[in-house]
């Protein structure tokens, strides 16, 4: 359990708190979107629960270990991997095998536990035939791929992606989503998704919206998508799906509330 | 020439193969090029330089990498190292008064040991350029970073950060194509703007450099701080307590390239100490 | 030695800006001088010396020094002596001249680091190959003068433009302000 209990944060040299008295808990195995608009404080919640980021006030406890203290950041980093924005900014080897096991040599393992860690990663995400690539001749979806195998390999218990996909076109992005979906399920993987795009809240068991350094949401997809006043205060848009399906209904036709796929939509018009 | 600038842009010249040169543990390729090296700049004498020519002439061979590759890096240096010897013997006579005069130019005096020590300086440098050639084309630039690191890992156990250094070459190493790219979305930017990044003087070239290299160095320090924090939710903290992805096993070959090796500097040490040329 | 994340990362990212400079040919300025070429691929080793301290200097140092000798773009670089160990200086002096200067403003103490760190390079190369024997000392006099102060004159702007730029982008140096 990642474990905030009133928490704080003023970045350095800032008169005005990015989070404001934030108190919530990610229980393992969940699948959970953090939203919220440029600025609301979602990626200072993320680096916060693995100290890369020190509360100014309150406390966290990853699985029981303070990150105030130098022991305890290395325990929640340890269980706590994080998959950043731009991927060519994560990677420090020059090759797609050294640079997975950057995390594994940090965390002390001997070779041969390593090289199983690895392959496993790589196999995980599908890229093992990549291995021995430069990192320099990958697409931008293949460098994904690279950094998420890279923290994979370092078996955390919970992930958290950064905002890691938005620079990614839609159905690279719809793919690595579903990757991470099946990872979730086979392995009970904890997923932390922060972004501010809604469509990524398809596959999360729970939603949480952060504004201006507040949580001012915490619950189901399901049920935020019902409150479009409180999206739109926050500065958010419903995901797309959604929107037309409210539009349809506006217009009388009859359609499911939690719509799955644009199909759906279309066999109900044609009903 | 600058707009050439592509992500492609290689500063290893590592050219895969599996000949005899290319199987040796990258230890014993960096270790016996450092003893060759520090050889040619103690020793000094035509024989022992002769027969360490001819020694890299024999690795080349061994390497199975085209000679004309080789040789066409060498030839604009033979240019340079022919001005050089000639102003070696122009501006020799301070360096050897006891030595005959050859011609005068001005006030300065040619002698024969200007020639001497430029014909020497000529071959130690075409064997240096040999040597760096076969170790950069049979071996990575990361390989043999790792290979340094392991070498000198007595200097660890001395409080020397090895793992930190050899983290920072292979991090120089990545980021070179990363860097170019930037660098590549720079210059095209300049472009548009109807700059001519290739022509004029040196004030001209120096004005319109600052608008491109400025930019990339500003930009270095945004990636540095995602990298930091990149590496640290990595677990990084430091060399101590990491372990290696990558090992390296010597095999008999690597025995046998280290006698030869030996027996080659030794007789470079002899001749030079024992014959008066 | 103080190696933390952040300067092995500042280290590394300025030594792939030298490698840059030298592979793409962008850090020579022709000079008109039989010699050809001035050079500014030290420069990162000078900024790596003021930003970071002589630590970040030294290996930003080392790793141009390193590629020099393995690119040999002149022959005398083939000799290790004379590529790779005086470049091992360019930053420590920098940094010294920099933590020395500051106090009579940011951009004198930057445009001054940046002159001893470009002296280092020119001076030293030049004596260890005339040490070694390659050039005679008349020679190296002239290549001195024709290419330091054409390449002190651009580290400097190059430099002063970087630590202005820096200082603007992340209040590096805000105590000195923008003088």
């Not at chain 2, 061979?61 to 022919?82: E, H, N, T």
């Not at chain 3, 080793?45 to 690119?71: K, N, Q």
Request: glycine share 10%; proline share 6%.
């Amino acid at each position: 359990m990642i474990f905030l209990d009133d928490v704080s944060y003023r970045y350095p040299g800032s008169d005005r708190l990015a989070l404001k008295g934030i108190s919530i808990s990610f229980p393992p195995r969940e699948m959970v979107g953090v939203v919220g608009p440029n600025g609301s404080g979602k990626s200072t919640l993320a680096r916060l629960c693995n100290g890369l980021y020190l509360p100014t006030s309150g406390r966290v406890l990853v699985d029981g270990h303070d990150t105030v203290s130098r022991q305890g950041r290395w325990e929640a980093r340890r269980r706590v991997g994080m998959v950043f924005q731009n991927p060519d900014n994560q990677m420090v080897a020059t090759t797609v095998w050294r640079d997975v096991a950057f995390g594994p040599e940090n965390l002390g393992w001997d070779r041969a536990e390593i090289r199983r860690r690895v392959d496993e990663a790589l196999e995980l995400v599908g890229i093992r035939d990549l291995a021995s690539a430069p990192i320099h001749l990958l697409t931008p979806g293949q460098r994904h791929l690279v950094a998420l195998a890279g923290v994979l390999a370092m078996k955390p218990s919970y992930l958290i992606l950064d905002e890691a996909t938005v620079s990614l076109d839609a159905d690279t992005r719809a793919s690595v989503l579903r990757m991470l979906g099946d990872i979730h399920q086979q392995r009970g993987l904890g997923v932390i998704i922060i972004t501010h795009d809604m469509s990524e809240l398809a596959l999360a068991d729970r939603a949480v919206v952060l504004d201006a350094g507040r949580l001012c949401f915490d619950g189901s997809p399901r049920e935020l998508f019902r409150k479009p006043d409180l999206l739109r205060s926050a500065g958010l848009e419903p995901p797309p799906l959604h929107q037309l399906a409210a539009e349809l209904r506006r217009l009388g036709v009859e359609v499911p509330e939690e719509p799955r796929t644009i199909e759906e939509l279309v066999a109900c018009l044609a009903r | 020439m600058m707009m050439e600038v592509s992500r492609y842009v290689t500063i290893g010249r590592y050219v895969p193969g599996d000949s005899v040169l290319h199987r040796l543990d990258p230890r014993t390729k960096l270790l016996t090029f450092g003893l060759l090296v520090s050889t040619l700049l103690v020793v000094k004498g035509y024989v022992p330089y002769l027969l360490l020519l001819g020694f890299a002439v024999v690795l080349l061979l061994l390497s199975r990498i085209p000679v004309r590759y080789v040789l066409a890096g060498l030839r604009p240096a033979l240019w340079v190292l022919a001005i050089l010897w000639v102003f070696q013997i122009i501006f020799s006579g301070s360096s050897y008064p006891d030595h005959p005069t050859l011609f005068r130019l001005g006030s300065w005096r040619a002698t024969w040991g200007g020639v001497h020590a430029g014909a020497l300086n000529v071959l130690r440098i075409s064997v240096l350029y040999l040597l760096t050639s076969l170790l950069t084309l049979t071996a990575g630039l990361v390989e043999l970073a790792d290979a340094g690191e392991m070498l000198l890992s007595p200097l660890a156990r001395l409080g020397v950060p090895l793992n930190e250094v050899a983290l920072v070459f292979t991090i120089a190493l990545r980021f070179v194509p990363t860097l170019a790219e930037e660098l590549e979305r720079l210059v095209k930017a300049q472009i548009s703007r109807g700059a001519r990044l290739d022509e004029g003087g040196f004030l001209g070239r120096a004005r319109r450099l600052i608008p491109l290299v400025v930019p990339l160095f500003l930009s270095i320090f945004d990636r540095a701080e995602d990298l930091i924090l990149a590496m640290e939710a990595r677990c990084y903290r430091g060399g101590r307590g990491r372990s290696k992805a990558v090992a390296f096993a010597f095999q008999p070959l690597d025995a046998l390239a280290a006698v030869v090796v030996l027996a080659v500097v030794a007789a470079a040490w002899l001749t030079g100490l024992m014959l008066p040329f | 030695m103080g190696l933390n994340v952040r300067r092995i990362v500042i280290s590394g990212l300025l030594g792939a800006v030298a490698i840059l400079l030298g592979a793409t040919g962008l850090g020579f300025i022709p000079v008109p001088t039989p010699a050809a070429h001035a050079t500014i691929m030290h420069v990162p080793a000078v900024i790596g010396g003021v930003l970071e301290g002589p630590v970040v200097g030294l290996l930003v140092g080392l790793i141009f020094g390193l590629f020099s000798f393995l690119r040999a773009t002149n022959p005398i670089f083939a000799d290790p002596l004379v590529a790779i160990l005086p470049r091992l200086f360019i930053g420590v002096t920098s940094a010294y001249a920099y933590r020395g200067l500051r106090r009579l403003g940011m951009v004198p103490g930057l445009a001054v680091a940046a002159t001893v760190g470009t002296l280092t390079n020119t001076v030293l190369v030049l004596a260890m190959a005339v040490l070694r024997g390659y050039l005679p000392a008349p020679v190296a006099w002239a290549v001195g003068f024709t290419h330091g102060v054409p390449e002190i004159i651009v580290a400097a702007l190059i430099t002063v433009a970087v630590g202005l730029g820096l200082a603007r982008m992340t209040g590096w140096e805000a105590k000195d302000g923008a003088s």
